[in-house]
């Protein structure tokens, strides 16, 4: 079956510009999640959806940033105004949340953001 | 607060060797505990992970770990390392009602 797919897999975009970066998870997963990487680094969590419940943005680094999730599917994280700061790879996982236990997250490809 | 430490940033093995790519971590209450590994241009793939039983679990590729819980410990260790094992490795740790929190990652280099 399909994977999490994430688009587009690379964006480059200058400083102030507005982006929108697409996650697409497993058919079923009702838990998603948005990480960034930067270069040789940790994944930090930037936000978590689960089911109806409202989201944790607890992780995102600035009232720039933004997510949503449609129907409980297909995400988009929003960066206005770009720095070049924000500058990483943006990863998308999924999972299932099922018997009180915490399955594996299954992860995008990513997305690699440069601003110029 | 819950934390992940990988302590060593870069583990180098001979092809053949055991290997041992260290974790520890602080959670309160029980721990959900996973390994990851991250192939060059390539996203995390999901290795094994420990819920609960038995503390050793075994994964894909021939990794296994041991949850240690005196020790608030999860190594993953594999008997014999191969070239193609060289990757970035991350545990991460979660405990109930908290959100999934990575270590800094370890470079893994088998060397032929």
């Known amino acids: 079956g399909a994977g999490v797919s994430q688009s587009p897999s690379n964006k480059v975009t200058e400083k102030g510009k507005d982006v929108e970066l697409r996650c697409d998870p497993i058919?079923?997963?009702?838990?998603l999640y948005w990480y960034r990487q930067s270069l040789g680094q940790g994944l930090e969590f930037l936000i978590y959806?689960?089911?109806?419940?409202?989201?944790?943005k607890s992780g995102l680094p600035s009232d720039r940033f933004s997510a949503e999730r449609t129907g409980g599917s297909v995400s988009t994280l929003t960066i206005q105004r770009t720095q070049q700061e924000d500058s990483a790879v943006y990863l998308c996982a999924s999972s299932l949340v099922e018997g009180g236990h915490y399955n594996e997250q299954f992860f995008g490809p990513g997305t690699r953001l440069t601003v110029l | 607060a819950q934390s992940v430490a990988q302590p060593e940033d870069q583990v180098n093995v001979a092809e053949g060797n055991p290997l041992t790519v260290k974790c520890t971590y602080s959670?309160?209450?029980?721990?959900?505990l996973f390994w990851y590994v991250q192939y060059p241009n390539r996203g995390l793939q999901f290795l094994l992970k420990?819920?609960?039983?038995?503390?050793l679990v075994k994964g894909s590729y021939g990794f296994e770990a041991e949850f240690n819980k005196s020790q608030t410990s999860f190594h993953l260790k594999k008997p014999s390392a191969l070239v193609s094992d060289s990757a970035l490795y991350f545990c991460?740790?979660?405990?109930?009602?908290?959100?999934?929190?990575f270590g800094p990652g370890t470079r893994l280099s088998v060397l032929p």
């Open positions: 420990y819920i609960t039983g038995d503390n």
């Open positions: 991460a740790v979660r405990a109930y009602g908290q959100n999934f929190v």
């Open positions: 959670v309160s209450g029980n721990p959900y």
């Open positions: 959806f689960q089911g109806n419940s409202a989201p944790d």
């Open positions: 058919s079923g997963h009702t838990a």
